[in-house]
């Protein structure tokens, strides 16, 4: 009954999300749609998957298996062309370093906050007079040297460890995050993320049977279309996780062994990534409305 | 439960006739519902073993002596019979010939072009070179192990 009632309240206040990026995955959804492939039913039909943008002429385009998560055996399932600019660029590590940084540290409010002398309680009146008591000369009982007494240096209320990295670093981050994971083989390219069960078993099995490795990141296109399956599997594991498109980054890339993405989202980061190379400087933040921002 | 029994009290009028007959049924559908769970793992449990778990593939590829002749073949079924004398300079660049020549090749030969080297294969004679190279799966301890050391060199791996 109560879970009747539940039901009946989300049904009711469904919540209109993030105005931002629910638009652009909205938008992308049914552009992204689009059969660029062949059938993926019949086991003989390869899926072949083109890069639907131009690629610049003396660089061809890289290439990497479309696998399936449906069966066990099913590892060859047809063929991906990745974008060079995105999936093959100049490994820069120091950016990588830069942009795993930021996201570590830009979040951070350290709340640490210590009394100087003049917070600490006491320490107004001169403890002794300054000659004649052979004691050492004294202002108040209160200074850093004192015991009980103010620190001269420490950390001075909440501080802010708050940065921006320039926009095209941190999108270049994400292409050679990408590029590193093609490159040393962690990166799985799947139709889409259909299991035959909900059972995390199953999933955890399939990692070993295929070597992914220990942690696996899943990325899908947008969060309401993700199959339950995948969703139950992956919520009932700790080292499988499941992430919307938009929220692909560099520390997570970095932080899971594989990555495993659909071929909705890579169509959906090519476009995203590659727009920031032949843009205009903006002459207002992107973040309020443009006419042609992807 | 809490959320009914609010309900029930703020608004007697209505919410009695419409909860009154249901919440009988409710009641007695949750009773229902616990009784056949029993009887149904065991019918899940048969469902299942389809999808066991096939064993676990070791890495080591030794590259068979018939190897030219297992790729020549491969090539000749998937080009079809308009295959030059030269077939190890045939391109790659059609997507189509390209998947069908390596999963042919991936499964006969139980190891497949990784991710990171499939832009390299843009003729069969770079496929042949592939195939042509062994691989181990042992470490480099057992390599040493394995391998003619001096005398005096002595390796213990006790983990």
Partial sequence: MLQLVRAGVRAWLRPTGCRGLNAL????????????????AGPQAPVLRRCELPVPAPRRPVQAWVESLRGYEQERVGLAELHPEVFSTAPRLDILHQVATW????????YAKTKTRAEVRGGGRKPWPQKGSGRSRHGSIRSPIWRGGGIAHGPRGPTSYYYMLPMKVRVQGLKVALTVKLAQDDLHI?????????DPQYLTELARYRRWGDSVLLVDLAHDDMPQNIVAAASGLK????????????YSMLKHQTLVLTLQTVAFLEEKLLWHDSRYTPLYPFRLPYRDFP | MAA?????VARRGLTWIVLGAPRREFWSRFRKEKKPVVAET????KEEPILVCPPLRSRTYIPPEDLQ?????????????????NWQDVSLEDGHLKFGLLARLADDLGHAVPNSRLHRMCRVRDVLDFY????????????????????????TWGY
């Avoid at chain 1, 995955?25 to 993926?40: F, I, L, M």
């Avoid at chain 2, 002749?69 to 004398?85: A, D, L």
């Fill in chain 1, 25 to 40: 995955t909205e938008e992308a959804v049914p552009q992204a749609a689009k059969p660029e492939s062949v059938a993926s």
């Fill in chain 1, 103 to 110: 996201q570590k540290n830009f979040k951070r409010i350290s």
């Fill in chain 1, 190 to 198: 799947v139709d889409s993320l259909e299991l035959p069960t909900s």
């Fill in chain 1, 239 to 250: 080292t499988f996780n499941l992430i919307p498109a938009v929220g692909l980054n560099v």
């Fill in chain 2, 4 to 8: 009914v029994s609010v309900f029930g």
């Fill in chain 2, 42 to 45: 065991v019918e899940e449990v």
């Fill in chain 2, 69 to 85: 002749g297992r790729v020549e073949s491969c090539v000749k079924e998937i080009f079809g019979s308009s295959v030059p004398s």
């Fill in chain 2, 132 to 155: 042509n190279v062994p691989i181990h799966d042992r470490s480099k301890f057992d390599e040493l192990i394995a391998s003619n050391l001096p005398p005096n060199l002595k390796i």
